[in-house]
Nanobody
Framework: QVQLVESGGGLVQPGGSLRLSCAASGSIDSIYAMGWYRQVPGKQRELVATITSSTNYANSVKGRFTISRDNAKNTVYLRMNSLKPEDTDVYYC???????????????WGQGTQVTVSS
């Protein structure tokens, strides 16, 4: 079984920064992609950033957020700078993973971590 564990969410002032982390564990053979999504009640879950051999960002976070990964630790990070109140959301970790032995490929989700930007 594959598990994604997120950390780093919290309350910050506008203009502040946070660093989110997500570590994947379990019967992992290969991780093809990792990323971050966000969602508030009543809204569609939206892509924030993904990383494969390259990075991809939502237009709303370009220039402010940076996604990176540590392959040895099966961990993806999201550095969020210049945070705005509209960045307030639950942020979800996502990973495209093939499991060990069977090499079955699927998408896995973390439980989410709350980010609140407020003065």
């Amino acid at each position: 079984q594959v598990q994604l564990v997120e950390s780093g969410g919290g309350l910050v002032q506008p203009g502040g920064s946070l660093r989110l982390s997500c570590a994947a564990s379990g019967s992992i053979d290969s991780i093809y992609a990792m990323g971050w999504y966000r969602q508030v009640p009543g809204k569609q879950r939206e892509l924030v950033a993904t990383i494969t051999s390259s990075t991809n960002y939502a237009n709303s976070v370009k220039g402010r957020f940076t996604i990176s990964r540590d392959n040895a630790k099966n961990t993806v990070y999201l550095r969020m700078n210049s945070l705005k109140p509209e960045d307030t959301d639950v942020y979800y970790c996502n990973a495209d993973i093939a499991t060990r032995y069977t090499r079955v490929r699927n998408i896995y989700w973390g439980q989410g971590t709350q980010v609140t930007v407020s003065s």
